[in-house]
T-cell receptor
Framework: GAGVSQSPSNKVTEKGKDVELRCDPI?????LYWYRQSLGQGLEFLIY????????KSGLPSDRFSAERTGGSVSTLTIQRTQQEDSAVYLC?????????????FGPGTRLTVL | AQTVTQSQPEMSVQEAETVTLSCTYD???????LFWYKQPPSRQMILVIR??????QNATENRFSVNFQKAAKSFSLKISDSQLGDTAMYFC?????????????FGGGTRLMVKP
């Protein structure tokens, strides 16, 4: 079946603007994760959604970052008032609660560049 | 909190030879999963192999195998008969085991270059 998809593939924005990044998980996967990959910080967990439970937001670096997941499927990560340090690749992953033992499957990522 | 350490930032190997990538981790958990992911220049993170901590037998997937030493908290990846397509960043990752799944904690990565 189709894998995790993310859009846009690349996004260039100006400092201070808001951006929205989208993730479409694998159909039927109940868990969805956002990670950030940057040169200085490596791969960092941002936020986790599991079914209808309240999301685990413990990895969000500031209140400029937020995410939602509508209908238990598509997720949008929003960064408000972008800063240059937000430049990174944003990766989304999904996993199935049943089977696969929690293995996370990743999308191709969105490269965000803040000028 | 968990930490994952990959002590080899870069490695190279000749095509058809064998290479081992190192990974150590620190945790107080007893039940967890360990993973190796590959990230080629395309940026897509691809699962290579997975090990459940409760299993004593080392996982294998074709040319890829692990040496899992739970007491030593070591989880190395062996790639046999290296191929040019194995050139990529390799990340070791830890996941605490619970009913709902959990976030991955990644090591810093090892850049592997397979030379013809």
């Amino acid at each position: 079946g189709a894998g995790v998809s993310q859009s846009p593939s690349n996004k260039v924005t100006e400092k201070g603007k808001d951006v929205e990044l989208r993730c479409d998980p694998i159909s039927g996967h109940t868990a969805l994760y956002w990670y950030r990959q940057s040169l200085g910080q490596g791969l960092e967990f941002l936020i986790y959604f599991q079914g209808n439970s309240a999301p685990d937001k413990s990895g969000l670096p500031s209140d400029r970052f937020s995410a939602e997941r509508t209908g238990g499927s598509v997720s949008t990560l929003t960064i408000q008032r972008t800063q240059q340090e937000d430049s990174a690749v944003y990766l989304c992953a999904s996993s199935s609660r049943l089977g696969g033992g929690g293995t996370q499957y990743f999308g191709p990522g969105t490269r965000l560049t803040v000028l | 909190a968990q930490t994952v350490t990959q002590s080899q930032p870069e490695m190279s190997v000749q095509e058809a030879e064998t290479v081992t990538l190192s990974c150590t981790y620190d945790t107080s958990e007893n039940n967890y999963y360990l993973f190796w992911y590959k990230q080629p220049p395309s940026r897509q993170m691809i699962l290579v192999i997975r090990q459940e901590a409760y299993k004593q037998q080392n996982a294998t997937e074709n040319r890829f195998s692990v040496n899992f030493q739970k007491a030593a908290k070591s989880f190395s990846l062996k790639i046999s008969d290296s191929q040019l397509g194995d050139t990529a960043m390799y990340f070791c990752a830890f996941m605490k085991l619970n009913n709902a799944g959990n976030m991955l904690t990644f090591g810093g990565g090892t850049r592997l270059m397979v030379k013809p």
